[in-house]
């Protein structure tokens, strides 16, 4: 939750910090860019060492960590008087942000049994856009101070409730504490489960791992290590060119271009919690439908959804009058993000969490997030200068010829893991798939 109030924090505050009664001088659009873009360079900083910091210490505590870069972020947001001051806050929260994104999804794919492990990945994405609710609300009616501060003791019952979260059994097996591996399993799976069997399951896993550096040597030298690799990789590529992120940085600031007849801090709001609500769904749905039909539907719609909100941009720049479907923007942006919640929104994390073999889980985990947190940055930084160089219309048309092909991807590349355990999704992804078009739907 702290790494979507920390990537929705833009959003309100920067109709703020350049207004009148901002604390800073005028911002110029340089300026302005890299307060969003500082954020992810950050990210990528805290991504690459958390799989390997996660492995020697364990995911329970490597998570805890991430409280340090989040309060350091908030404190010194709340004492900055200066472009400086933001721009470091902004580096350091991205560090803690990025280094989430790694821990979260591998604890969840190791803690989860087959059956509930999508639904439970999708608890990330589900916290992810609360944190972004959360900005958005508390930004809107909140003064600069006091929108810091509610940032900050947000950590409070996070920092207090992971003591008490179990250990990963497969980290517990791999450090030879098979007892209290036992015990963890006891407390997730029930009393009367299996847990010698899945013990035994797990120390395969930790001899093949020992005979693993776990590095990219090992995640290319493998088929199934390639496709996952290209499989993940592409997933976040998709997810970044839909232009999510730009959207969610400077979601204020579009309406307000758009000259739509709704308040652009409301419009915001209603954007933030339908991706709440459909992130919901997901949760629901995603062990019965699996991931493949998610992902095509999503990239099918979000390509609409941009198409149409270009066209908008480009009536009005046209000079048109636009007063009369004022509401379009918000429903276009509405509905794009209600179906990227259903699909690239979540899903890739998930997809993350279940797809790479525990060997080189870490190493691949942390590359997928570099390559997500790159993109970001790449989209968020030019997305000042695609809108003053090639216009809005033509930006939001650039991202849905992306989220077109990204349907392809989807259909044709992207294998289905619902209802595996981790030991079959290796087992297909070493072998070709009898169909790369099966897209099963499991019957109510």
């Given at each position: 939750?702290?790494?979507?109030?920390?990537?929705?924090?833009?959003?309100?505050?920067?109709?703020?910090?350049?207004?009148?009664?901002?604390?800073?001088?005028?911002?110029?659009?340089?300026?302005?860019?890299?307060?969003?873009?500082?954020?992810?360079?950050?990210?990528?900083?805290?991504?690459?060492?958390?799989?390997?910091?996660?492995?020697?210490?364990?995911?329970?505590?490597?998570?805890?960590?991430?409280?340090?870069?989040?309060?350091?972020?908030?404190?010194?947001?709340?004492?900055?008087?200066?472009?400086?001051?933001?721009?470091?806050?902004?580096?350091?929260?991205?560090?803690?942000?990025?280094a989430a994104c790694v821990l979260v999804p591998v604890y969840?794919?190791?803690?989860?049994?087959?059956?509930?492990?999508?639904?439970?990945?999708?608890?990330?994405?589900?916290?992810?856009?609360?944190?972004?609710?959360?900005?958005?609300?508390?930004?809107?009616?909140?003064?600069?101070?006091?929108?810091?501060?509610?940032?900050?003791?947000?950590?409070?019952?996070?920092?207090?409730?992971?003591?008490?979260?179990?250990?990963?059994?497969?980290?517990?097996?791999?450090?030879?504490?098979?007892?209290?591996?036992?015990?963890?399993?006891?407390?997730?799976?029930?009393?009367?489960?299996?847990?010698?069997?899945?013990?035994?399951?797990?120390?395969?896993?930790?001899?093949?791992?020992?005979?693993?550096?776990?590095?990219?040597?090992?995640?290319?030298?493998?088929?199934?290590?390639?496709?996952?690799?290209?499989?993940?990789?592409?997933?976040?590529?998709?997810?970044?060119?839909?232009?999510?992120?730009?959207?969610?940085?400077?979601?204020?600031?579009?309406?307000?271009?758009?000259?739509?007849?709704?308040?652009?801090?409301?419009?915001?709001?209603?954007?933030?919690?339908?991706?709440?609500?459909?992130?919901?769904?997901?949760?629901?749905?995603?062990?019965?439908?699996?991931?493949?039909?998610?992902?095509?539907?999503?990239?099918t719609i979000m390509t609409l959804c941009l198409s149409v909100?270009?066209?908008?941009?480009?009536?009005?720049?046209?000079?048109?009058?636009?007063?009369?479907?004022?509401?379009?923007?918000?429903?276009?942006?509405?509905?794009?993000?209600?179906?990227?919640?259903?699909?690239?929104?979540?899903?890739?994390?998930?997809?993350?969490?279940?797809?790479?073999?525990?060997?080189?889980?870490?190493?691949?985990?942390?590359?997928?997030?570099?390559?997500?947190?790159?993109?970001?940055?790449?989209?968020?930084?030019?997305?000042?200068?695609?809108?003053?160089?090639?216009?809005?219309?033509?930006?939001?048309?650039?991202?849905?010829?992306?989220?077109?092909?990204?349907?392809?991807?989807?259909?044709?590349?992207?294998?289905?893991?619902?209802?595996?355990?981790?030991?079959?999704?290796?087992?297909?992804?070493?072998?070709?798939?009898?169909?790369?078009?099966?897209?099963?739907?499991?019957?109510?």
């Open positions: 939750m702290q790494a979507g109030i920390t990537l929705g924090w833009t959003s309100p505050i920067l109709p703020y910090l350049t207004s009148a009664e901002s604390f800073l001088p005028e911002l110029s659009v340089n300026q302005i860019s890299w307060i969003t873009s500082l954020l992810v360079l950050g990210a990528i900083v805290g991504a690459v060492p958390a799989g390997k910091i996660a492995d020697r210490i364990g995911r329970k505590w490597a998570i805890l960590l991430t409280a340090v870069p989040f309060t350091t972020c908030w404190l010194t947001l709340l004492t900055a008087e200066n472009i400086v001051s933001i721009y470091v806050a902004r580096f350091i929260g991205g560090i803690g942000t990025g969840v794919g190791e803690i989860a049994q087959a059956s509930i492990r999508g639904a439970l990945g999708a608890f990330f994405p589900l916290l992810f856009s609360s944190g972004i609710m959360f900005s958005y609300v508390a930004g809107a009616y909140c003064s600069y101070v006091a929108f810091n501060i509610a940032c900050c003791a947000m950590l409070v019952p996070f920092v207090l409730s992971v003591p008490f979260m179990p250990e990963s059994p497969l980290w517990l097996v791999q450090k030879g504490r098979k007892i209290q591996a036992a015990k963890v399993l006891t407390i997730l799976r029930g009393s009367h489960y299996d847990v010698p069997g899945e013990i035994a399951v797990l120390q395969d896993d930790v001899d093949r791992m020992a005979n693993a550096s776990g590095g990219l040597k090992d995640l290319a030298g493998t088929k199934a290590g390639r496709r996952a690799a290209v499989t993940c990789i592409g997933l976040m590529f998709f997810q970044q060119l839909s232009g999510v992120d730009a959207i969610l940085f400077y979601t204020v600031s579009i309406f307000q271009a758009a000259n739509s007849t709704i308040d652009p801090f409301l419009a915001t709001i209603v954007i933030g919690f339908t991706e709440v609500v459909m992130t919901i769904f997901v949760a629901i749905v995603i062990d019965r439908f699996g991931r493949k039909p998610l992902l095509v539907i999503s990239g909100l270009g066209y908008c941009f480009k009536l009005k720049d046209e000079g048109s009058d636009v007063s009369s479907f004022g509401w379009l923007p918000l429903t276009s942006l509405a509905l794009f993000n209600v179906v990227f919640s259903i699909g690239y929104g979540s899903l890739p994390f998930t997809v993350i969490s279940e797809i790479f073999p525990p060997e080189t889980k870490g190493v691949a985990s942390s590359l997928s997030i570099v390559v997500h947190w790159c993109l970001v940055f790449a989209v968020t930084k030019l997305f000042p200068t695609m809108e003053d160089r090639m216009g809005q219309a033509a930006t939001f048309w650039t991202f849905s010829c992306f989220t077109a092909v990204s349907v392809f991807f989807a259909y044709f590349v992207v294998p289905e893991t619902k209802g595996k355990t981790l030991q079959e999704i290796q087992s297909k992804l070493k072998r070709r798939q009898k169909s790369k078009t099966e897209c099963q739907v499991e019957p109510v």
